[in-house]
């Protein structure tokens, strides 16, 4: 066996095989084709055994990836990874802790980890007012995505969508749609959703 990768291999194998066997996962074990003989030697088998595998060259693996298993695990794994850049991202425009407990699910502590990791600055008080023309661009931007949705706040992407578009800090867009959402337009004339303005102004 040429190198160490190999042999790499076949420890970590082995140390999984031996935790199977200590917690008495017998199914994992058959599964890797231990039979009764082979658990007996590796009831044997100590931690000297096991390093002592990197001077052998004998390779006694036959690794088989699984498709169907595989590629649903990358796609978690994919979309784990672009939700945590967009917290990120969003966390860095001043995304407040209510949004994104509301979009992600996210968790106090680990939102002041975010916001120290990326040196974002403590907010103090509330979030200066946008003037009054990006009030106005903010209002229908929101009001055009909001009308596409069936149901349900908009996703963290059409908020990022819209900051990027007003140039208003996600703090403010999202206090600002969370007042409109709930009292009505900016005269505050009416309390229903955009949707429902749209039907009864039709």
């Not at 979009?103 to 974002?120: A, D, K, P």
């Not at 907010?123 to 931007?141: I, Q």
Request: charged residues 25%.
């Amino acid at each position: 066996m040429d190198g160490t990768k190999e042999s790499d291999l076949i420890t970590a194998v082995l140390m999984y095989a031996i935790r199977c066997l200590t917690e008495g996962d017998q199914a994992a074990l058959r599964n890797m084709n231990f039979g009764p003989r082979e658990i007996e030697a590796l009831r044997e088998m100590n931690l000297a055994g096991l390093y002592r595998v990197e001077s052998l060259r004998a390779h006694c693996l036959e690794i088989d990836l699984n498709r169907e298993v595989y590629w649903p695990m990358i796609d978690h794994l994919r979309r784990q990874r672009e939700s945590e850049e967009l917290q990120q991202v969003l966390i860095a425009a001043d995304a407040p802790l209510e949004m994104m407990q509301t979009l992600f699910g996210l968790g106090s502590r680990e939102y002041t980890r975010l916001r120290q990791m990326l040196t974002v600055d403590p907010s103090v008080g509330r979030p200066a007012e946008p003037d009054e023309e990006s009030t106005h661009k903010l209002w229908n931007a929101w009001v055009q995505r909001v009308e596409r949705e069936a149901d349900g706040p908009l996703s963290p992407n059409e908020y990022l969508a819209i900051h990027r578009e007003i140039g208003v800090s996600m703090r403010a867009i999202w206090n600002l749609t969370q007042r409109w959402n709930q009292y009505g337009d900016l005269t505050g004339r009416s309390s229903h959703t955009p949707s429902e303005r749209a039907l009864s102004d039709g």
